[in-house]
């Protein structure tokens, strides 16, 4: 695809949607698109957080592994939503592992390139963190209702 190809269809996404045309062009120019087979692995629990992932197409699941080789699925994220970002701001390993539910496309954005992008565009921060806490409400919701099963 071509970079102001490339470009246009980044600012469709609500994520990226108030860049000027030059930082979108940079944002092309500089990620990597990624296409994921079914059920292949984008990273794994503990992997260096070094870049963030946009869905352009498909789910991906994010899955916790038991001791005993069980793998859950703990949620799926969708067209236009970000993984991996958490991570790459708390400059911390990954806490899950992600892997497609079905073929599917990612955007990767290397972290120096992301947290540029979050230190220049105010909007853009301020979207990333909404999202986050989305991400930590849904979360606490499910601890809530899982420390209410194990009570009963």
């Known amino acids: 695809m071509a970079i102001n190809e490339e470009a ?12 000027d045309p ?12 990624l296409n994921l087979g079914e059920q292949e692995y984008l990273f794994f629990h503990d992997d260096p957080s070094d870049s ?6 498909g789910v991906l699941q994010v899955t ?3 001791d005993d080789g069980a793998v859950d699925v703990v949620a799926e994220l969708e067209k236009n939503q970000l993984v991996g970002e958490m991570g790459v701001i708390a400059n911390t390993p990954r806490t899950a592992s992600i892997r497609s539910s ?22 853009m921060s301020l979207h990333v963190m909404r999202e986050l806490t ?5 979360t606490h919701l499910q601890l809530v209702e899982l420390k209410e099963q194990t009570e009963h």
Do not use: Q
């Open 64 to 66: 916790v592994e038991h």
């Open 8 to 19: 246009l269809e980044l600012s469709r996404v609500p994520l990226f949607s108030k860049l």
């Open 102 to 123: 079905g073929y599917s496309t990612v955007l990767k954005i290397e972290a120096d390139t992301f947290m540029d992008l979050l230190t220049e565009n105010p909007s």
């Open 22 to 33: 030059a930082r979108l062009k940079l944002i092309a120019f500089t990620s990597e698109r």
């Open 134 to 138: 989305g991400k930590l409400s849904k």
């Open 52 to 57: 963030v992932y946009l869905v352009l197409d």
